[in-house]
């Protein structure tokens, strides 16, 4: 039975003039657009962070250090302001509670709170010989500053049948399954299939989901229920004490299938979700005992944006730029961000910004531009990851004019060629790295390519 719905105050999607939030340095990571942006609580300041459009599971830790998955499946690690600091891998060929085994591209990111490890899960739908089909989930654990491999798999174990996680403090996290298993902590500390139950409410036939708890450790924000009839909840309690209080909902008619990703601001009196609307945020003036009030009011402060992550640090003033990146002499980046390793000949530092298509349909050849700052020779070759084995591409290379673009082909002998098309009928696609080289520069373009 759903508690003390509050319906027309809780969920009112009033103007943003209504909240007037209290001023504070806390920051909102969202995806916009399929891009990671952030801005300030209130909506105000937004800086857009990514380009490309196939972002997803955006999560900041307590520095501001932002993490989120790129169009080709890799966790990219980068500052608040987007510049780019590492990126990491995950682990294919994971087996899943079905002995099937996983594609392995992740979802659900969280960074832990001192932003030294991020968690993060798969879920597929996967059907092995002779064993039960169905979506299955694992989560996982890396440390922050693995690279380019995430911190493997036996070090803090297979958490099987479970998703979402998000961190209570920086040595457990939530962990959220279906039937008997709905809310669970896991004590991160190796070992495979270790958490432990927090509560379940199979008996009154509603489903609880992919939620947080408050940073002071007695509120609790989840998704309800599935579907069109999903709502977003509330409840006051915490894991040591036994089954929480639920205190209120959205109600039954303020149902929204878009409700996702409650998280709390760091003074445990706000949260920000996901709904049909966009990213909302509402005030808490009271919530436990049985009483459960807000200010009146649900402002929308990212319209069409979704997957919202609330934390301490304050917003970047504006987005990191490749001119920064030209100030040092030595810098590695990947995705259209530019490595300059010094000047030409004594002349002006050359600098190359590679382009072309993030995804690309794979037909012996790959394409990629190369924009270079001083005139010269462009080369690039290729790297794809095909199954277990990468398998190079010829060099190609092309005269480039100051400040011009070149577009070059990268071909593959006819072995290599094959073993790339026999990995795109087993996986759907493949990754292929570019690593573009000029007088005195380099850079990298990462391509995932399909069939």
């Not at 399954?177 to 500390?189: E, I, P, S």
């Not at 040591?240 to 909902?249: L, R, T, V, Y």
Request: net charge neutral; hydrophobic share 35%.
């Amino acid at each position: 039975m759903i508690k003390n719905a509050l319906r027309t105050s809780l969920l009112a999607g009033l103007a943003a003039a209504c909240l007037a939030p209290a001023a504070s340095a806390d920051s909102i990571v969202f995806l916009e657009g399929g891009n990671v942006a952030v801005s300030q609580p209130d909506g105000s300041g937004k800086v857009q962070l990514t380009d490309g459009g196939d972002w997803h599971s955006p999560t900041q830790a307590d520095d501001g250090t932002i993490a989120a998955v790129d169009g080709v499946g890799d966790i990219v690690v980068m500052a608040k302001d987007g510049e780019v600091l590492r990126k990491i891998t995950t682990p294919k060929g994971v087996k899943a509670s079905n002995a099937g085994y996983f594609a392995g591209e992740p979802v659900n990111l969280s960074f832990s709170p001192d932003g030294s490890k991020i968690a993060y899960s798969y879920v597929e739908a996967l059907c092995p010989p002779a064993a039960p089909c169905g979506t299955m989930r694992s989560t996982f654990y890396t440390h922050a500053d693995a690279s380019p491999d995430a911190t493997p798999v036996e070090t803090y174990g297979n958490q099987y049948g479970v998703s979402q996680p998000e961190w209570i403090d920086n040595s457990r996290a939530l962990v959220f399954g279906g039937a008997l298993k709905q809310v669970n902590v896991d004590t991160v500390d190796g070992g495979d299939y270790n958490y432990s139950l927090w509560f379940s409410k199979d008996d009154s036939g509603e489903f609880v989901s992919d939620g947080e708890l408050s940073r002071s450790g007695d509120r609790f924000a989840a998704i309800w229920g599935y579907g069109p009839s999903t709502q977003i909840a509330f409840w006051s309690g915490n894991p040591s004490g036994g089954e929480p209080s639920m205190e209120c909902s959205s109600g039954d008619n303020d149902t929204d299938e878009n409700y996702a990703d409650p998280s709390w601001s760091p003074d445990s009196s706000s949260v920000a979700f996901a709904s049909s609307k966009g990213v909302e945020v509402i005030r808490f003036t009271a919530l436990g005992g049985g009483t459960c009030a807000t200010d009146g009011s649900s402002v929308v402060i990212a319209p069409g944006a979704s997957s919202p992550d609330w934390g301490p640090a304050e917003p970047a003033a504006a987005r990191f730029t490749p001119e920064q990146q030209q100030q040092t002499t030595t810098n590695t980046t990947t995705n259209n961000q530019v490595q300059t390793t010094g000047n030409v000949q004594g002349g002006p530092a050359n600098v190359i910004t590679p382009s072309g298509a993030r995804k690309q349909r794979f037909r012996g050849t790959i394409s990629v531009g190369c924009t270079a700052t001083v005139a010269g020779t462009c080369e690039a070759v290729a790297l794809v990851k095909a199954g277990r084995k990468s398998v190079k591409s010829k060099v190609a290379r092309k005269q480039v004019a100051a400040g011009q673009k070149v577009t070059l082909k990268l071909r593959f002998k006819k072995a290599a060629a094959a073993k790339i098309r026999k990995a795109l009928r087993r996986s759907g696609k493949a990754r292929a790295t570019i690593t573009l080289s000029a007088p005195g520069a380099a850079a990298k373009h990462v391509v995932t390519l399909k069939r």
